[in-house]
């Protein structure tokens, strides 16, 4: 039923990720997160900490990141808190990738707006490319997740791949984004309609037109 | 102190109640699975819907919600029945229609209220959903897919027990109670979360599938598996006990009971002396009482007889046995079967002074030679209350895994005539200081030093006595009261070598001292003491016999007998009166009532339930104390007694959660 599991705790894994450990750069982000809170309240830097060992075990594995068990443990001992509390957090949050994920986790919001906006059709492109809900490519490449509302209505349907939002998109455009990462080349972040910038309305805005080029005062029109 | 309507009936609560318990105090029942009265509150079954006004006009979670001045609260209006109706629905849709295959049926709270509260029939078409179940240890059976999600244990694991082992994972639907990776539930008090469990998600291993709850008979008792005396409730069926549940008592037990108060009664059929039996040639051979009698009183002991209490004796059996030998003569009593020989003169002295209920009030305690989470598991679940109170708890002994942040003072004794600075700081600022002094302190004589602390760290003040000695046999204050005890300890009655020993169900003594002697083992089990036996006179376990216990805090209470002991085996105390007639003395009862009334007319404390005045502590006398404690008497915490060392789920408890050992399950 639950489309999330822990990856089994087996000694390949174990003898994989034991001698898990902070690298100094994220050492120093994890010291500085626990800096946040009180003395004492160490705990409170759990999901910071649970962030950046994800982060550093995609450095390691060139992919997003995720958390195997005994990386798991390893924060709970840094933060001094039973372990079953961390990977309760760890289970809660959809952003921690319980199993490996491939080069590329795209993320496909399916939430009612974008799923209005088309997003059937980019899991149509998802799909051609071999890639399926849950699972990652043969080739490492590509691992699919449909994912609830990234808040990005406005410009949906949308798709996050790894860090990146990818906005706006149509089959077409989906399908040029996918095709420059898979060249190595990073596409532009953000929406993908010719002429937007951010989250505008589509198509040149609809109120406060006269704003537009130079400042208007509309007081008098009220 | 605000004043709410509930119902249209005004009441006064006390402040900081919540609208449920003012709902509560003002007679109405309130349905909930996530709230209870001993654990945090967590507010996420939504079963306890209420109306409140003034508030927004919706239905409210009552647990959660603070009682104030003026409230107008209503559990009987329709909005109140709808939403009732709307959350057991809900709550009903992943819940699987097992119940005839659950052994909740009976004693299931969701049974109940969905029969009480909820809409007749389902409305629900869809696919419900499946959770794999989860190991939770050889005493917790798990069917996941009926978990209603109230986190009750796992408030209970964090709060209570303080081992962090049970947690929520993931979300939503996908929620799941689990421990972590799924190892067993590795503390003494695990199995009380099955009490808690609400449904049938967590369920009783040993006892699935053994009975429904309406075809058992129910025994009002008290548990013997250590000092504590905690209330239990014996559910029999025929001549069987088939599980031991713990009955509320707030001054004894709350309402949690130890691992294996619980789940040593599978013993009680295992491993019992059902027959005489007689050593002939170096072997024990079955034999008729009669035969059993003459060779006892052939050896006519006139005063030279001595009676050994075991660990598990009601009061009753341990005064007939007082009886017969002040017929004959002999007053050479003891109960401390390991030989200690700490002075009773002050029975004050020897007391848990501060009461069960008290220590959770102290706030500096200093624990010396007790493994307290071993030795009596509900005093440590006290400890943990008080060290959350902010009391901090220092230790003198070996280490041992606390469930509260304290500190260890190193095994030698001599600490406590030169105890540190920080010690001596918190116990300066404490409103009530209080020492424990553990069986392993008392081994090495550390008595009279614990008692010269009383005056240095101020121990006794005007409604506190901070004083307190730890035992782990549940005969034992009993036995003190009625003189089981002599100065010199076991050596005594070593020294005395008499013709006749009466072992009273004595199984941690060492009987190679008395091998001159006649060994009559009067006991309910083939246990160490049956073993060293010449004479073995079948007898009554706890479950098989009224009797009156005496707590380690000196509490009086009483046990009713729930089932008929197996084969020729009889009560104690008939043994002990058929004994009198062979021997040709006179002890003055042929009845249980009459041998109650003599018992009390000596120890009139032991006829009234409650705690018994010991008086005022003795003055300690100037010691100089040395040696170092090296370990603790209990080496295992599942097999401390005759009876669980005869349970088999006690014994799976000691491989797989003390010793690490693979429990060996059918490949299914």
């Known amino acids: 039923m639950a489309d999330r599991a822990l990856a089994p705790d087996t000694p390949e894994l174990r003898a ?27 705990k409170s830097a759990v999901m910071a900490l649970l962030d950046y060992a994800q982060r550093q075990v995609g450095e390691a594995t060139n992919t997003q990141g995720w958390l195997p068990i005994p990386v798991i443990e390893y924060v709970a001992t840094y933060l001094d808190m ?100 898979s060249a190595g080349e990073l596409p532009k972040e953000g929406t993908q309609e010719p002429g937007r910038h951010t989250s505008e309305p589509s198509g040149g805005p609809t109120t406060l037109t006269a704003m537009v080029g130079e400042n208007h005062d509309y007081r008098g029109e009220w | 102190m605000p004043k709410v309507t509930v119902d249209g009936q005004e009441i006064e609560v006390p402040d900081g109640a919540t609208v449920l318990q003012a709902c509560e105090l003002a007679g109405k029942e309130i349905p909930r699975f996530c709230y209870h009265e001993r654990l945090s509150i967590a507010g996420n079954c939504r079963m306890c819907l209420v109306e409140v006004k003034p508030g927004p006009p919706k239905p409210q979670a009552s647990c959660a919600l603070p009682a104030t001045e003026g409230q107008e609260i209503r559990t009987d209006s329709e909005m109140v029945k709808k939403a009732r109706e709307g959350v057991m629905e809900f709550l009903l849709i992943n819940h699987p229609l097992d119940c005839p295959i659950c052994d909740q049926g009976g004693e299931c709270d969701l049974q109940d209220q969905s029969v009480a509260y909820g809409r007749g029939g389902s409305r629900y078409h869809e696919n419900k959903r499946a959770v794999t179940e989860k190991y939770m240890g050889p005493l917790i059976k798990t069917v996941m897919t009926r978990c209603i999600h109230c986190t009750r244990c796992v408030r209970f694991s964090e709060e209570i027990a303080g081992v962090d082992e049970i ?13 972590y990776l799924e190892h067993a539930a590795k503390h003494e008090m695990s199995a009380n979360v099955i009490d808690l469990c609400p449904v049938g998600a967590l369920t009783s291993r040993p006892y699935a599938f053994e009975a429904r709850p309406w075809e058992l008979k129910k025994t009002l008792s008290i548990d013997v598996s250590d000092a504590i005396g905690a209330n239990i409730r014996l559910d029999s069926r025929g001549r069987e006990v088939l599980r031991a549940l713990p009955r509320i008592n707030d001054d004894v037990n709350e309402e949690w009971i130890s691992d294996k108060a619980r789940y040593q009664v599978d013993g009680l059929t295992r491993r019992r002396l059902d027959k005489v039996w007689i050593r002939k040639n170096g072997k024990l051979q079955a034999a008729s009482w009669e035969e059993a009698f003459k060779k006892v009183a052939a050896v006519k002991p006139g005063n030279s007889i001595a009676a050994i209490a075991g660990d598990l004796l009601d009061c009753e059996t341990m005064y007939a046995a007082k009886a017969l030998l002040k017929a004959m003569g002999s007053d050479l009593l003891e109960g401390r079967q390991t030989g200690m020989d700490y002075d009773v003169s002050s029975l004050a002295a020897v007391n848990f002074n501060s009461t069960l209920a008290g220590i959770e009030t102290a706030d500096a305690i200093l624990i010396v ?56 700081d918190a116990f300066a600022e404490a409103q009530s200081p ?13 008595l009279s030093a614990g008692l010269s602390l009383v005056e240095r760290l101020g121990l006794v003040k005007e409604n506190w006595n901070g004083f307190n000695v730890l035992h782990f046999s549940a005969s034992r204050m009993g036995g003190l009261m009625l003189g089981y005890a002599q100065k010199g300890g076991m050596a005594d009655i070593v020294g005395a070598t008499p013709k006749v020993v009466l072992a009273l169900g004595a199984d941690e003594v060492d009987y190679t001292q008395f091998a001159d002697s006649l060994k009559v083992y009067i006991g309910h089990h083939g246990d160490k003491g049956a073993h060293a036996a010449d004479v073995i006179l079948p007898a009554a376990s706890y479950a098989e016999k009224d009797g009156t216990y005496v707590n380690t805090e000196g509490r009086v209470q009483f046990a009713e007998k729930a089932v008929f002991a197996p084969g020729d085996a009889r009560e ?6 058929a004994l009198a007639d062979a021997f040709g003395v006179s002890v003055g009862f042929d009845s249980f009532t009459q041998l109650q009334s003599a018992m009390i007319a000596e120890v009139p404390a032991l006829g009234q339930e409650g705690l018994a005045n010991y008086g005022v502590l003795p003055k300690a006398k100037a010691t100089k104390l040395s040696g170092t404690i090296d370990a603790y008497p209990i080496r295992d915490f599942y097999l401390t007694n005759p009876v669980a060392r005869a349970s088999t789920v006690m014994q799976k408890c000691s491989a797989e959660l003390l010793h690490g050992s693979e429990l060996a399950e059918a490949a299914e």
């Open chain 1, 16 to 42: 994989a990720w034991g001698d898990f450990a902070f690298a100094p750069a994220w050492e120093e982000k994890a010291k500085a997160a626990i800096a946040r809170y009180p003395a004492g309240r160490q």
């Open chain 1, 82 to 181: 039973p372990v079953i509390r961390v990977l309760e957090v760890a289970t809660f949050y959809t952003m921690y990738n319980l199993a490996p994920v491939g080069r590329f986790h795209v993320q496909v919001c399916g939430t009612t707006p974008c799923m209005l906006r088309g997003s059937d059709d980019i899991f149509a492109v998802c799909a051609k490319r071999g890639m399926k809900r849950g699972h990652t490519t043969d080739d490492g490449m590509w691992t699919l997740t449909e994912v609830e509302c990234m808040g990005s209505c406005a410009t949906a349907p949308m798709v996050q791949i790894n860090d990146g939002n990818y906005e706006d998109l149509t089959p077409e455009r989906f399908e040029a984004v996918l095709d420059k990462l």
């Open chain 2, 167 to 179: 947690g929520a994972l993931y979300r939503g639907e996908s929620m799941q109670i689990t421990t």
């Open chain 2, 369 to 424: 030679g007790s493994h307290v989470r071993w030795e009596a598991p509900l005093v440590n679940v006290r400890l943990r209350k008080a060290v959350k109170r902010g009391a901090k708890v220092f230790i003198v002994g070996p280490e041992w895994e606390t469930t509260f942040p304290a500190t260890f003072l190193g095994n030698d004794l001599s600490v406590l005539s030169q105890l540190p600075p920080e010690v001596l």
């Open chain 2, 434 to 446: 209080a020492v424990i002094l553990g069986g392993a302190a008392l081994a090495k004589g550390a």
């Open chain 2, 572 to 577: 104690d105390w008939t043994i002990l009166r």
